[in-house]
């Protein structure tokens, strides 16, 4: 268990540091092949996008989703400002 709590916390931290370095929103695609920690089958790694989201949340960090293209809405985007 204790391994699970800290590849949760380098997974966040990794999160946290990809949206930081953002210059512009990242799709879900992206941050599921960019950020180390999200692997596996895609309805798992959601579930675990959404856990991760939340936590980021609860910790007052603000992750600003929004489209990728202002004439469609049709992806979102992620990222924080810093």
Not at 14 to 27: G, H, I, M, S, Y
Not at 58 to 77: M, N, S, T, W
């Amino acid at each position: 268990m204790a391994g699970d709590r800290g590849d949760k916390a380098e997974r966040l931290l990794n999160l946290t540091l990809a949206l930081l370095d953002a210059k512009r929103p990242l799709t879900k695609q992206e941050i599921f092949e960019n950020v180390a920690g999200y692997s596996g089958k895609p309805e798992p790694m959601e579930r675990m996008f959404e856990r991760d989201k939340d936590d980021l949340r609860k910790l007052g960090i603000q992750i600003e989703v929004g489209g990728l293209d202002p004439l469609f809405d049709d992806e979102a985007g992620y990222r924080i400002r810093p």
